[in-house]
Each structure stands twice: as C-alpha cells, then as structure tokens.
T-cell receptor, first 115, second 112 residues
Framework: GENVEQHPSTLSVQEGDSAVIKCTYS??????FPWYKQELGKRPQLIID?????GEKKDQRIAVTLNKTAKHFSLHITETQPEDSAVYFC??????????????FGKGTHLIIQP | DAMVIQNPRYQVTQFGKPVTLSCSQT?????MYWYQQKSSQAPKLLFH???????NEADTPDNFQSRRPNTSFCFLDIRSPGLGDAAMYLC???????????FGPGTRLLVL
C-alpha cells in the first residue's frame, strides 16, 4: 500500500517568513495530493491540493509543487501569520472515475509562527 | 447548508461495551470514509464505501465494523472497545469522479 513520509515534524518560523513542508510518497499510482490544516480538537481542513498532471498550484500565500518522477511534493506558505500556526498534513490517494480511494496521510508537521 | 454530520460529538463507553458512531451527509456523495485519529497522530483510514461496495483496509481490526443502509448514512460499530480505541473518529465523503473529501466534525470516543 501507499506510504507517505513528511518532514519536518516541527517547524518554527518568524512571522512574515516562509515555511516549507516536504512529503514523499511510494505508490506511483497515486494521482491526488491534498494538504490539510488541523487546529487542536477540530476537523482537518483542506487548504490546497494538486493532481498528478499539474506541477504547481498557487492560492494566495499558499503553493504546492509536485515532482512525479521523484515522488515528492511540497507545501510553501509565504508571509506567515500567527493564524497559520497549526498541524499540517500531506496526503496521497488514487482518484478514478468512481471516486477517490481513502487518503494516506503523512505524520504531520506542527507549524509554529513566532511573533 | 450541505454538510457532513457526526453524532454524537463526544461518546463515553465502557471497556468491552459495544458502541456505534453515526455519520450522515446531505451532499449526496457516493463515497463515504471512516478515519481513526489518535492523539498527536495522523488520521488513519479504517474503511470506505463506494456506494454500497465496502472496502476494508488490510490492517483494520475485526473489532471495527461498518454499515451503510443508504446513501446518506454510515455507521461505525466497535464491537468490544479497548482502551487503545480511544480516539477521534472522522467521517468524510466525496463525489463521483471527485477528489475532494469533506470531513465531518468528528466524534471523540473515550473508553473507561
């Protein structure tokens, strides 16, 4: 089955700086890669996602890059703000005509924004 | 508003006493998922349904069962909860040929 590795486990950055979180996956059949933000006691919230036919996607301060050959994808957050502090999970799944298989998550990155 | 609803939000059960968690959705999505998230860990897929087609993960314990009587509802049954089953249980849904999974608020299970 799929295995997703995520690094680092904890990331502390100064407010206004950029943060980068990296993930690798093992199953070349995976074709969908979402990133979730989870605050304590709350449900995971999708912040950005990318399909395997796209190399990069951006949404305001958040961007994701995908390297299919190397089987890795990264989350980039620019101009970090205190409200960006949370746990971030990367995930991978296979999407077909019938729908999406379940997500395999990385272990998570605790992002801390220092004021 | 269309959404994924989980009841109850908090569930306390006794060691070995069967418990059922429920999930309902108004999105008319064909795929429903159950994830287990233990404290400070990532969500882990237990099983999912494509319509009525049940897909069990290889490492999901037999103690966990699921039912999906119709499109809108899905249940997670824990036959004999152990202390190690204390966790947040998250239900999610997605639609035909769609990748986005919509998570419910979760049910936090405590086993005494």
């Amino acid at each position: 089955g799929e295995n997703v590795e995520q690094h680092p486990s904890t990331l502390s950055v100064q407010e206004g700086d950029s943060a980068v979180i990296k993930c690798t996956y093992s199953d070349s059949a995976s074709n969908y890669f979402p990133w979730y933000k989870q605050e304590l006691g709350k449900r995971p919230q999708l912040i950005i996602d990318i399909r395997s036919n796209v190399g990069e996607k951006k949404d305001q301060r958040i961007a994701v890059t995908l390297n299919k050959t190397a089987k890795h994808f990264s989350l980039h957050i620019t101009e970090t703000q205190p409200e960006d502090s949370a746990v971030y999970f990367c995930a991978a799944s296979i999407v077909s005509g019938g729908g999406a298989d379940g997500l395999t998550f990385g272990k998570g990155t605790h992002l801390i924004i220092q004021p | 508003d269309a959404m994924v609803i989980q009841n109850p939000r908090y569930q306390v059960t006794q060691f070995g006493k069967p418990v059922t968690l429920s999930c309902s959705q108004t999105l008319n999505h064909n795929v429903m998922y159950w994830y287990q998230q233990k404290s400070s860990q990532a969500p882990k897929l237990l099983f999912h349904y494509y319509d009525k087609d049940f897909n069990n993960e290889a490492d999901t314990p037999d103690n966990f069962q699921s039912r999906r009587p119709n499109t809108s509802f899905c249940f997670l049954d824990i036959r004999s909860p152990g202390l190690g089953d204390a966790a947040m249980y998250l239900c999610a849904t997605s639609g035909y040929s769609q990748e986005t999974q919509y998570f419910g608020p979760g049910t936090r299970l405590l086993v005494l």
